[in-house]
């Protein structure tokens, strides 16, 4: 059974920085596609980077472009996300996923998915910006 485990958030301050990291159990992060998203309250989750199964020209929500760097360590097989120059609007609980679509070479998949539609979410990893 898949299991995703997000690390890393915490109470910041705006500009400052976090990583957060995500490993899973039951499934190889090393090879496929895999995204961060996010839900802020009263909000939807939404995709905000994700990269594909070659880990080219990862895709970033607008609002995270130029802040935000998604990787990938294959070794340990946990993916990342790099976040600079927070802003309060980022306060959220942030997650990771596996791409659902089985297209592995595409790159904006969570930008367009539904993430109602999957029932596997980990607990995530809250990230709270405020001064």
């Known amino acids: 059974q898949m299991q995703l485990a997000e690390s890393g958030g915490g109470l910041v301050q705006p500009g400052e920085s976090l990583t957060l990291s995500c490993a899973a159990s039951?499934?190889?992060?090393?090879?496929?596609?895999v995204g961060w998203f996010r839900q802020a309250p009263g909000k939807e989750r939404e995709g905000i980077a994700c990269?594909?199964?070659?880990?080219?020209?990862?895709y970033y929500t607008h609002s995270v472009k130029g802040r935000f760097t998604i990787s990938r360590d294959s070794i340990a097989s946990t993916v990342y996300l790099q976040m600079n120059n927070l802003k309060a609007e980022d306060t959220a609980v942030y997650y990771c996923?596996?791409?659902?679509?089985?297209?592995?070479?595409?790159?904006?998949?969570?930008?367009?998915?539904?993430?109602?539609?999957?029932?596997?979410w980990g607990q995530g990893t809250q990230v709270i910006v405020s001064s």
């Open positions: 996923f596996p791409n659902p679509t089985g297209n592995w070479y595409d790159r904006n998949w969570c930008s367009y998915i539904n993430p109602e539609d999957y029932n596997y």
């Open positions: 990269i594909s199964q070659s880990d080219e020209s990862p």
């Open positions: 039951g499934i190889d992060l090393k090879h496929i596609g």
